[in-house]
């Protein structure tokens, strides 16, 4: 168990739909990664966000949006859905690296989504 | 060109074989080199990483980065039927501070080990 919780772990929708995905981090972690997984893309860093403010955007799409609260859960909204965005997504949390140590990055267990 | 190649397999051996997982990366700014593990139904979770090139081992598995040819390699000896998993490689700058920590990853390479 790594520590990080996601809801819901399953997710079923039809296009044009908006759902939205909860992260809770380590207990600690001021730091919050959104990852997509699909089979022909990958893992794809969507966007990060630290003690509440964004600090990375990646390919994150204009009708997702996320944001972190003051209680450091972090909440991932996708809008207007579409077939394509069917796909596991993941919460990872990490706490920023010392010197030369890394900052590892620890996913929950992803919510699958499933656009119909 | 793609940040991360990795070939997806899937790759299938037999039981206490040696395996050998490969990336390749573009970016010469990378300097960390990652190995996640990702069981089916389950989220990637940290195997192995180094900071420069060269090898480290740990136990069954072992490391190794060649920064000159940006080659990054998982080496997993004796391999068991619960190493069975999906092996993503990861490549990251020096950490930029502010707690931005970013992870380029390859696809992953579907493993399994054949009793």
């Known amino acids: 168990d790594s520590g990080v919780t996601q809801t819901p772990k399953h997710l079923i929708t039809a296009t044009g739909q908006r759902v939205t995905l909860r992260c809770s981090p380590r207990s600690g972690d001021l730091s919050v990664y959104w990852y997509q997984q699909s089979l022909d893309q990958g893992l794809q860093f969507l966007i990060q966000y630290y003690n509440g403010e964004e600090r990375a955007k990646g390919n994150i799409l204009e009708r997702f949006s996320a944001q972190q609260f003051p209680d450091l859960h972090s909440e991932l909204n996708l809008s207007s859905l579409e077939l394509g965005d069917s796909a596991l997504y993941f919460c990872a949390s990490s706490v920023a690296p010392s010197g030369r140590s890394i900052g590892e990055l620890f996913f929950g267990e992803g919510s699958r989504l499933t656009v119909l | ?115």
């Open chain 2, 1 to 115: 060109q793609k940040e991360v190649e990795q070939d997806p397999g899937p790759l299938s051996v037999p039981e206490g074989a040696i395996v050998s997982l490969n990336c390749t990366y573009s970016n010469s700014a990378f300097q960390y080199f990652m190995w996640y593990r990702q069981y089916s139904r389950k989220g990637p979770e940290l195997l192995m990483y180094t900071y420069s090139s060269g090898n480290k081992e740990d136990g069954r598995f072992t490391a190794q980065v060649d920064k000159s040819s940006k080659y990054i390699s998982l080496f997993i000896r004796d391999s068991q039927p619960s190493d069975s998993a999906t092996y993503l490689c990861a490549v990251g700058p020096a950490y930029s501070g502010a707690g931005s920590y970013q992870l380029t990853f390859g696809k992953g390479t579907k493993l399994s080990v054949i009793p």
